[in-house]
Nanobody
Framework: QVQLVESGGGLVQPGGSLRLSCAAS????????MAWYRQAPGKQREFVAL???????NYADFVKGRFTISKDNAKNTVYLQMSSLKPEDTAVYYC??????????????WGQGTQVTVSS
């Protein structure tokens, strides 16, 4: 079993930057992919960015060029560097991990989210 803990959210002005972190903890697992999603008030949860074990990346169109996803394999941690933030980016940001155990069975899990507020 893997638990995800997000951090780095907060209040930032439009045009500013934030770096989110998501640390995966547990035992007997290896990460397949890690991703970020977000959910604004009254909205559905939406995909933001994904990174694979081989560092291939995928981004939603609305963040491409502004956000960068990366990871630290030794720490089992994924990051989301967010720049040129807009009020529309205000949301709870959730970390997602797809992982496998030592029997190669795959699982999917979510963190509890971190609030990002972009406001002047």
């Amino acid at each position: 079993q893997v638990q995800l803990v997000e951090s780095g959210g907060g209040l930032v002005q439009p045009g500013g930057s934030l770096r989110l972190s998501c640390a995966a903890s547990g035992s007997g697992f290896r990460l397949n992919t890690m991703a970020w999603y977000r959910q604004a008030p009254g909205k559905q949860r939406e995909f933001v960015a994904l990174i694979t074990s081989l560092d291939n990346t995928n981004y939603a169109d609305f963040v491409k060029g502004r956000f960068t996803i990366s990871k630290d394999n030794a720490k089992n941690t994924v990051y989301l560097q967010m720049s040129s933030l807009k009020p529309e980016d205000t949301a709870v940001y959730y970390c997602n991990a797809n992982y496998r155990d030592r029997s190669w069975k795959s699982y999917d899990t979510w963190g509890q989210g971190t609030q990002v507020t972009v406001s002047s």
